[in-house]
């Protein structure tokens, strides 16, 4: 079984500040993708980045990074230089290689982040 | 490019009724997952399609089926509808049922059910 736990329930950050979101997981599959997803009120879920578990870097897009700490099966998320238009809901998630789990997306309970000025 | 469309938005149903909510897929992808997201909690997995089969089904009771058709686009079905069954339904889909391949959402289909 996978699970992924996010402890934070919301955070908040001041504008042009960074912040980083938590998210722990726990997977018996050897090989696995890790994802963070941002939804706004409007319900949609925006796939932000992706570390597959053998990447040997950190991944990167733009003003989000991932943490990631292997050993001790955790995924950051680090937002740089927040903008207002961050303010949304986080999902960390996770996707195993074996038939039953690479089907589909386990998720966290989300973290809310809160930008202000 | 489209992206991943879901209908309708928003649906009003009472109990013991049943819905369908439908989903095409973002251009290029041939496999389509349906989550349920109640209020406050992450996505929960329903199943997923491939092929026109379902592959892989989540926690959920036989009530909830669905279809996918010759063209990738797929159709959520609930029968006898609960109040538990209020939530955000969100369709997904993918190029591949790969470990790293991302999974793209749609705006998802609010139901409530009264």
């Known amino acids: 079984a996978q699970k992924i736990t996010q402890t934070q329930p919301g955070m908040f950050v001041q504008e042009k500040e960074a912040v980083t979101l938590d998210c722990t997981y726990d997977?018996?599959?050897?090989?696995?993708?890790l994802f963070w997803y941002k939804q706004p009120s409007s319900g949609e879920m925006i796939f932000l980045i992706y570390q597959g578990s053998y990447d040997q870097q950190n991944a990167t897009e733009g003003r989000y990074s991932l943490n990631f700490q292997k050993a001790r099966k955790s995924a950051n998320l680090v937002i740089s230089a927040s903008q207002l238009g961050d303010s949304a809901m986080y999902f960390c998630a996770m996707r195993g290689r074996d038939t039953g789990t690479a089907s589909k997306l386990t998720f966290g309970t989300g973290t809310r982040l809160q930008v202000t000025l | 490019d489209a992206g991943v469309t879901q209908s309708p938005t928003h649906l009003i149903k009472t109990r013991g009724q049943q819905v369908t909510l439908r989903c095409s897929p973002k251009s290029g992808h041939d496999t389509v997952s349906w989550y349920q997201q109640a209020l406050g909690q992450g996505p929960q997995f329903i199943f997923q399609y491939y092929e026109e089969e379902e592959r892989q089904r989540g926690n959920f009771p036989d009530r909830f089926s669905g279809h996918q058709f010759p063209n990738y686009s797929s159709e959520l079905n609930v029968n006898a509808l609960l109040l538990g069954d209020s939530a955000l339904y969100l369709c997904?889909?993918?190029?591949?049922?790969?470990?790293?391949?991302?999974?793209?959402f749609g705006n998802g289909t609010r139901l409530t059910v009264t």
């Open positions: 997977t018996s599959d050897p090989s696995y993708g």
């Open positions: 997904a889909s993918s190029l591949d049922r790969g470990h790293n391949s991302p999974l793209h």
